[in-house]
Structures are given as structure tokens and as C-alpha cells.
């Protein structure tokens, strides 16, 4: 028998009028000041001794993060021999003596202690009489080696290539040099970092990725003034030839000088991990997003004799992996978005973006399907209202969608560009150098003032401790922008996964 009542409930208009009437989604909860900062007082405690990889501090790290994303509804991935983690092999040098001296004709320079760092990435290095060859920028205008390198010590310029729109890092020219069969690399360092704070940093326990990279047994930085007066003492001015190196066709410069080095260092493998989580998509067309912060920090960093000897690193990076558990928070409890979402805690930044370049090599899905890496990193610096910055515009859809929702939260975007000098000093770079659309937003680095604060006195030291006055508005401003920007781009009727007239990010 015929329902009387079926062409009534088929209205059209009844319809419209019931779907009005139903309740809406319930919207995600606003991010809290109390909760980030319950969060960060965990992982920044002394209990977890900084988070160093390869400690116990990285294994109380990983407890938490992992129970977190469990409790918010995340799951490991299927098929995984170590559900949650990824192993990142990794390979720890820390030398124990060295010296690099330089012989022209029968007078042998040795450049004062202060002009030159040296360091072993072996546990034996033993280089006698190698010549000397000066490549500029170690690339030619194609982006490759620069002439017949094998068996010399090669010295490069430490700056981006002026004349390649892309330029290759210093540790990418490294590797290829390394594969080309350079006995070691000398650096000539820039003007980006301080010489005295490179000089600290260069013969301190080094750490690489142990996958069979091909690199030098021995590099070495020298300051402007040691390479100015290494030419010199050839009757040429160091100005003249970095500047002759900026073009493009500049080729090798052998010099008449050959080069001893010695060393030897302490070699330490082990298993570091990152940490991933996934949310299932309901409707996917393959494409996914990723949300990341890096977990790691520089653990145990002072002496004995010292009063507090832990970096804890609270703001970097103990607040952008409280802003990120936030955000699996709400999207874990949430209502389930069409795409894949995946959370990534990454370790190894401090060391070079170690585990995220890991992981792009090793991506749990092709990575080619990535329509959107976001990072969060360093959070903790702005207040509420600030603007919002972006690191990796330059993506016309990507920076459209981005200012549209920021804009729908009642947030103004920051367009000075400033913040592109940070570009290569996030875990994004490594996603960015693959061509995956990685991007950094919010409102600590729309401030260089705020930022070149903190970098010029707690990053990095045992001063990065929590405390009431570290600012967690922006913040928690930054983790509800994220969790519209995670929905936007994991909802196919918002984000179709192009980026329609797009281009590379802009170059720092």
C-alpha cells in the first residue's frame, strides 16, 4: 500500500525546511592558553632531559605524543613492524683532534685557530699533499658539479648560488662534491650566521643520516678574513675572486697550494624515530595532508659544573608539538574529512632536518600526493591579533586560501616577505626541495623584532624553559587557524589539490 504521506515527506520545500531545521555540525573548541601550556610543561620538564634523540628523553617524548594521539583517535599506520614510529637511522661523529694545514712551494701557512673550524665525519682522516682547487659556488649555471673534483680539497663559497634561481643547499653541494670524488670541502662562510657562533658550533658532535648518503670524510669552514688572507699570500684579493665567482660560467681555479689534514673522531650509530599518526579519509581521491612539528631538541647541553645544564627547549619546539596535539585533538574527534590526514612528529631538526628529509625519502604514501605539509614550529613568540605570516608563499591558490580563511577568523596576513629568510630552516625545506607544496603559518614570524628576541637569548639555551611569561595567545590563535586549514585542504569540495597557475615558493 501506497504511503499517503511520501509525496509530502519528497516536498522539496519540506525537505529545505528540515534541513534547516537540523542541528549544525558542533563547531571544534577554541584552543586554549591552558591547554597548550599543560602540554608544554610536560615536554619541557627536566624529566624529559631536553628530548635529544637517542636518549631517554626521546623515549619519554615518544610516550606522551603517541598516547596523546591515541587518546585523540589517531591511528598507527597498518603494516608497520613499529606501529607509530619510524626508525631514522642515524650516524654520530664527535671528533677528537684535527689539523689542516696549507703548503705553498716550500712555505707551509697555517691560518690562525680563530679563522678556521674544522670537522671529522670519520673515525680516521689522513689527507697528505692534496691539491687545492677553488669552484666558487661548487655548481655551475646547470646546477652541477663544477669540473674534475676527484681527489682534491675543493673550497667553495658557503652562500646560495646568486646566479641559480633553485640553488642547491650547502649540504646537498656537499653530497654531490662527496659522490664526485672530493677528498674533503673547504667552506668559505657567509654572512648569514655570526663566524664566532659557526666556529663554536662546527667541531661539536655532528650528526648525519646513516642511509648510505655519499659525503666528504673531512670538511672545514674558514672566515672571510682566512680566506682573504689565504689569497693573499698568492698575491690575489679574496673580494675580487668571490666576486668573480658569482657568475655563472666562473670554472675551477686550481691554486698553487696543496693541503695536509688529519683527524680522528669518535663514530656512534643508532636508531632515532619519527612518530606518525593517521586519520582515515572518507572519500579519498588519494591525496593527502600532513601536519608536523619536530620533537626533538639539544637535550643535556651543559657541563657538568653547570647549574642547569638541560636545554629544555619549551618554545623550540615544545610549543609547536603542544599547538599540533591540539589540532589531532579536534580533528581526531571531529566530524571525518574526505582526505587522509596524517600527523608527523619528526626528529633530528636540530641536527638538519634529518627526519623530515627521512621521511620524504621513505613516505608512508607516494608523496607526490601530498597537497599540503603544514609546520609548526617555534609558535610561542606572538601575542593575540598578530598577523599572520606564511613561509613557503608563493603558490598562488595556496596563498589565496590561506588569507581567505585567515581572514574568515578575523586575522590580517602579513605581506613584507620577511619571513622567507626562515625558509631553509624548517623541517618544510625538506618537503619544498621535493616539490611538495610545505608551508609554515602564523603569527611568530610575522614579527622579526619579537623573533630576533628570542633567537638573540633563550633559543638554543637552557634558558628556553616554560614559564606564565612565555605568550601563548598567538599560539592558540595559530592552532585554530590550523585546524581550518587541515579541514580545507583535506575537503575535496574546498581543496581540489592544485595549485592552479602555481610556482615555486618565493626564494629567501
Known amino acids: 500500500m501506497k504511503n499517503a504521506l511520501s509525496p509530502i515527506f519528497c516536498s522539496p520545500m519540506l525537505l529545505a525546511v528540515l534541513a534547516w531545521s537540523l542541528p ?7 584552543i586554549s592558553e591552558a591547554e597548550l601550556a599543560a602540554d608544554i610543561r610536560i615536554m619541557a620538564s ?3 632531559e631536553g628530548r635529544a634523540p637517542g636518549t631517554a628523553g626521546e623515549m619519554r617524548t615518544i610516550a606522551h605524543i603517541v ?10 599506520l597498518t603494516g608497520s613492524a613499529t606501529p607509530w614510529l619510524q626508525p631514522v637511522p642515524l650516524v654520530e661523529t664527535h671528533q677528537l683532534d684535527a689539523s689542516l694545514a696549507f703548503q705553498i712551494g716550500d712555505h707551509k701557512l697555517v691560518l690562525p685557530d680563530q679563522d678556521i673550524a ?4 670519520t673515525a680516521q682522516v689522513a689527507i697528505a699533499n692534496a691539491p687545492l682547487i677553488f669552484t666558487g659556488y661548487g655548481v655551475d649555471g646547470t646546477g ?11 673550497m667553495i663559497l658557503g652562500g646560495d648560488a646568486p646566479f641559480l634561481t633553485d640553488a642547491p643547499s650547502l649540504r646537498l653541494r656537499r653530497e654531490m662534491l662527496a659522490k664526485a670524488g672530493a677528498a674533503a670541502v673547504i667552506v668559505v662562510a657567509d654572512m648569514s650566521m655570526p663566524w664566532l657562533h659557526l666556529r663554536a658550533a662546527y667541531p661539536a658532535p655532528f650528526t648525519q643520516l646513516d642511509d648510505g648518503r655519499v659525503d666528504v670524510p673531512f670538511d672545514a669552514m674558514v672566515s672571510l678574513r682566512g680566506f ?3 689569497m693573499g699570500k698568492m698575491g690575489r684579493k679574496g673580494s675580487s675572486v668571490r666576486d668573480a665567482a658569482s657568475a655563472a660560467n666562473f670554472w675551477i681555479e686550481s691554486l698553487p697550494i696543496t693541503v695536509q689534514i688529519a683527524a680522528s673522531a669518535d663514530v656512534r650509530r643508532y636508531a632515532s624515530h619519527n612518530i606518525i599518526g593517521h586519520l582515515a579519509g572518507r572519500n579519498s581521491d588519494g591525496k593527502s595532508v600532513v601536519v608536523m612539528g619536530h620533537w626533538d631538541h639539544l637535550g643535556i647541553c651543559q657541563p657538568d659544573d653547570k647549574q642547569d645544564k638541560i636545554c629544555n627547549g619549551a618554545v623550540d619546539n615544545a610549543s609547536g608539538l603542544a599547538v599540533m596535539n591540539a589540532v589531532a585533538k579536534r580533528l581526531g574527534q571531529g566530524p571525518q574529512s574526505d582526505r587522509d590526514i596524517y600527523f608527523l612528529a619528526t626528529t633530528a631538526e636540530e641536527q638538519g632536518l634529518l627526519g623530515a628529509t627521512y621521511f620524504v625519502d621513505h613516505a608512508p604514501m607516494p608523496r607526490g600526493n601530498i597537497t599540503a605539509a603544514l609546520n609548526l614550529d617555534t609558535v610561542a613568540i606572538a601575542k593575540r591579533g598578530s598577523p599572520v605570516a606564511v613561509i613557503g608563499r608563493g603558490r598562488p591558490a595556496y596563498d589565496a586560501k590561506i588569507a581567505s580563511i585567515a581572514a574568515s577568523m578575523g586575522r590580517k596576513m602579513d605581506k613584507d616577505g620577511e619571513a622567507d629568510a626562515f625558509i631553509r630552516r624548517q623541517d618544510g625545506w625538506a618537503f619544498t626541495a621535493k616539490n611538495i607544496p610545505a608551508l609554515m603559518v602564523g603569527g611568530s614570524f610575522s614579527d622579526m623584532a619579537l623573533l630576533e628576541k628570542f633567537l638573540g637569548s633563550d633559543y638554543h639555551r637552557a634558558t628556553d624553559e616554560f614559564s606564565d611569561a612565555v605568550p601563548l595567545g598567538g599560539a592558540a590563535e595559530d592552532g585554530d587557524l590550523h585546524v581550518a586549514l587541515v579541514r580545507a585542504f583535506a575537503d575535496r569540495g574546498q581543496w581540489t589539490g592544485d595549485d592552479a597557475g602555481g610556482a615555486a615558493p618565493a626564494k629567501p
Open 24 to 30: 549544525a555540525a558542533a563547531a571544534d573548541a577554541p
Open 46 to 48: 627536566d624529566a624529559f
Open 67 to 76: 598516547g596523546t594521539w591515541a587518546a585523540a583517535g589517531l591511528k598507527p
Open 118 to 121: 674544522l670537522r671529522a665525519r
Open 144 to 154: 652541477k658539479v663544477t669540473g674534475d673534483v676527484a681527489g682534491k680539497v675543493v
Open 228 to 230: 682573504d688572507e689565504l
